[in-house]
T-cell receptor
Framework: SQTIHQWPATLVQPVGSPLSLECTVEGTSNPNLYWYRQAAGRGLQLLFY??????ISSEVPQNLSASRPQDRQFILSSKKLLLSDSGFYLCAGKNRQLSNGYTFGSGTRLTVV | AQKVTQAQTEISVVEKEDVTLDCVYETRDTTYYLFWYKQPPSGELVFLIR??????QNEISGRYSWNFQKSTSSFNFTITASQVVDSAVYFCALRARFGNEKLTFGTGTRLTIIP
């Protein structure tokens, strides 16, 4: 079965510092991968998705970027964090063999101070 | 464009009461999938159900049931005999059957079960 690993679980970073959140996938190959953000008290917003190595689509203009250097690795980055980047970040994978479709990681709670 | 609306931001019910969470969606796709996810305090999303747009049969799983009404673009979720462990944020989501398979989520409903 497909498993999504995310780390770290929590992160406190100062404004202006860089960010790198890593997501890795286990148990499947060539999945679609997604980064979602959940701001406090709000729903899940899709930030980026990737259908393969080096293929990134951005859903909303923002201070973040994503990369997929390997089939099972999806990275969310920022060169300089803003206060508004605070939130709960979830990585998800889509495998065609799964009837439910998606597997989510346990998330990273980012607080920018 | 796709849109999912969960008009109920927060709901509180006393334990053992039944509760229904509403979900209304908009899509131009002729075939699509609808989902419900549960997000406990730990944050991870837990899959509950997937419904195909071409299958309007309602589904029951234990204390959970789902009512899909294509005519009104609704996919409501009912918990019967609620329990404290049901307290969580519940998300309804939609995706097209084909294409990049992005999930569009509603804003979620925070359900609190009072003991």
């Amino acid at each position: 079965s497909q498993t999504i690993h995310q780390w770290p679980a929590t992160l406190v970073q100062p404004v202006g510092s860089p960010l790198s959140l890593e997501c890795t996938v286990e148990g499947t190959s060539n999945p679609n991968l997604y980064w979602y953000r959940q701001a406090a008290g709000r729903g899940l917003q899709l930030l980026f998705y990737s259908v393969g190595i080096g293929q990134i689509s951005s859903e909303v203009p923002q201070n973040l970027s994503a990369s997929r250097p390997q089939d099972r690795q999806f990275i969310l980055s920022s060169k300089k964090l803003l206060l508004s980047d605070s939130g709960f970040y979830l990585c998800a994978g889509k495998n065609r063999q799964l009837s439910n479709g998606y597997t989510f990681g346990s998330g990273t709670r980012l607080t920018v101070v | 464009a796709q849109k999912v609306t969960q008009a109920q931001t927060e709901i509180s019910v006393v334990e053992k009461e039944d509760v229904t969470l509403d979900c209304v969606y908009e899509t131009r796709d002729t075939t699509y999938y609808l989902f419900w996810y549960k997000q406990p305090p730990s944050g991870e999303l837990v899959f509950l159900i997937r419904r195909n747009s071409f299958d309007e049969q309602n589904e029951i799983s234990g204390r959970y049931s789902w009512n899909f009404q294509k005519s009104t673009s609704s996919f409501n979720f009912t918990i019967t005999a609620s329990q404290v462990v049901d307290s969580a944020v519940y998300f309804c989501a939609l995706r097209a059957r084909f294409g990049n398979e992005k999930l569009t989520f509603g804003t979620g409903t925070r359900l609190t079960i009072i003991p």
